[in-house]
């Protein structure tokens, strides 16, 4: 575990989820560096998730998209997985696109190797209930606040929650994840500044 690819991830596990150390460095064993260039798709829509993907470096954009427009739904900017876990866990197709916002680099394992790891060690199962219940708070804390919000609140919670993200991602990409057009977010932003 002193390799310096799996940092973040070690920290990641340290803090989000204590697993017993032989089985972590087992994982960790598994995971093979991958590396995507700006506008580069990593996961598109109708195709099963096949790997756990943990994002190291770079900035990810995850997106819903039919024929007339898409709408972004996530950003990823910092050490975390990115998977999309109903498709992984459930071998189901996903809906979801992600994009490269910028140079991106992922540490991933296969799912055959990941579900037999899980089978040797106890502590996959307890990964995978955590993960499921981050992610269903999340998606419900999003949809409750998209219904209920405006797009001025939504704003001036990213502010205070995802700065990072008004530092790094372009403003139209925002005012999608907001549900609004980019001069309404330009009207938003000068009201609030």
């Given at each position: 575990m002193d390799n310096p690819d799996f940092k973040e991830l070690s920290i990641f596990f340290e803090t989000e989820y204590p697993l017993n150390k032989?089985?972590?460095?087992?994982?960790?064993?598994?995971?093979?560096?991958?590396q995507f260039n700006k506008g580069e798709l990593i996961l598109s829509a109708e195709q099963e998730e096949k790997e756990l993907r943990f994002l190291k470096r770079g900035i990810v954009r995850e997106y819903y998209a039919n024929s007339e427009k898409e709408t972004n739904i996530n950003?990823?900017?910092?050490?975390?997985?990115?998977?999309?876990?109903?498709?992984?866990?459930?071998?189901?197709?996903?809906?979801?696109?992600?994009?490269?916002?910028?140079?991106?680099?992922?540490?991933?394992?296969?799912?055959?190797?990941?579900?037999?790891?899980?089978?040797?060690?106890?502590c996959g199962k307890s990964f995978i209930d955590l993960s499921f219940q981050k992610l269903l708070k999340h998606k419900e804390l999003l949809e409750y606040n998209r219904v209920t919000k405006t797009a001025d609140e939504l704003y001036k919670e990213l502010l205070i929650y995802k700065p990072n993200w008004l530092e790094k991602i372009p403003q139209y990409h925002i005012a999608s994840y907001l549900n609004i057009t980019p001069e309404t977010l330009s009207r938003i932003r000068k009201r609030i500044s």
């Open positions: 032989d089985g972590l460095k087992e994982l960790f064993s598994l995971f093979k560096m991958k950003f990823y900017t910092e050490p975390l997985f990115i998977t999309d876990l109903v498709s992984f866990n459930n071998d189901v197709s996903t809906k979801k696109y992600q994009e490269c916002l910028t140079k991106v680099e992922l540490l991933s394992v296969g799912k055959k190797e990941f579900r037999t790891l899980l089978e040797k060690y106890q």
